[in-house]
């Protein structure tokens, strides 16, 4: 197990990450008011887990899945922290995917105007991604992740053991956001290629979480709140990503993000922002994780949901976060009718 601290202005995390992570959750919650928040399916999986480490603390079990993360669920949190009296000393612990992170997070960051949190992420990409770094957040009338907050929580435990329970499709999903980080960290993208038929290997990803972790501590310490443009990099793929995920809502968050990270190596080569061997070379290693891409139906209507993405911002401009070269990133902004032009003819190219 691998202790990695992320020392933010804020509120400095706690990162617990490999085999044993989970142990140290009733030293983390020992003598704590602490309140429960995780999802059906995680519920189902680990009921046991969950009363025998928390005890007698309050559940609030939300329905799962990506169509709940709305206000109805935040308040459903709320209003379950508010019958449980909870207080300013008291802990929300989030225990699940990302989904429930973000949204326990949120809850975390309002009521009371702030409460500790600590967040145990059940899912691979929840685990290299979404539980550090403080972001939280709820999507609104098809806008993704549009209402949030960043709120650090105090403690993150990644442990990966929960990946077991895991299906192949969390597996590619949690590989976008891997493989997204080795985009922009060379060592981590060298480790990748060297391992490239190890890609599903449990062995293997509870290895590349650490890496991924470390990575993007290294990140938001230096741009917390995405003031500076640092933290932007982590968006790579997700305009396209997002636009099709919201549009779709076929496939996983992590799946959408290869699919937009594909697509957008293709504009950064239009524009010569990135060398074609190199894109061709994350071409090939999205590869491992998507055998093909689909045909998508009306791209140019999913395309245009991306007018909508937060890192939008002049009117009428899209922003994408494009591969430059090993470890390096630019941002590119096109109009709106530019944009979907690209995707609607690289998509039919590729179909």
Known sequence: MQTIEVHTKSRPSTVYCGAGAAEKLKTIIEGKDVFVVTDSNVFGLYKDFIQNTFGSAPVCVLPAGERHKNRNSLFMILDKMLQARLRRNSTLVAFGGGVVGDMGGLAASLYMRGIHAVQVPTTLLAQVDSSVGGKTAIDHRGVKNVIGTFYQPEYVVCDPMFLKTLPPREIRCGLGEIIKTGALDAEIL??????????????????????????????????????????????????????????????????????????????????????????????????????????????????????????????????????????????????????????????????
């Open 190 to 351: 060298d480790k990748l290629e060297r391992n490239a038929e190890r890609l599903f290997d449990l062995a293997f990803l509870e290895e590349i979480t650490a890496d991924c972790v470390r990575f993007k501590a290294g990140v938001v310490e230096k741009d917390e709140c995405e003031r500076s443009g640092l933290r932007k990099c982590l968006n790579m793929g997700h305009t396209t990503g997002h636009a099709l995920e919201l549009f779709y809502k076929r496939r996983s968050h992590g799946e959408y993000v290869l699919i937009g990270m594909l697509l957008e190596s293709y504009i950064a080569e239009k524009f010569d922002i990135c060398a074609h061997d190199y894109a061709e070379e994350l071409r090939a290693l999205i590869g491992k994780v998507l055998k093909r891409v689909p045909r998508f139906e009306n791209i140019a209507d999913a395309a245009g949901v991306a007018l909508y993405d937060k890192k939008n911002q002049g009117e009428n401009e899209v922003s994408l976060i494009v591969p430059a070269k090993r470890g390096e990133f630019a941002e590119l902004r096109l109009t709106d009718e530019d944009y979907v032009g690209y995707i609607e003819e690289i998509a039919g190219g590729l179909a």
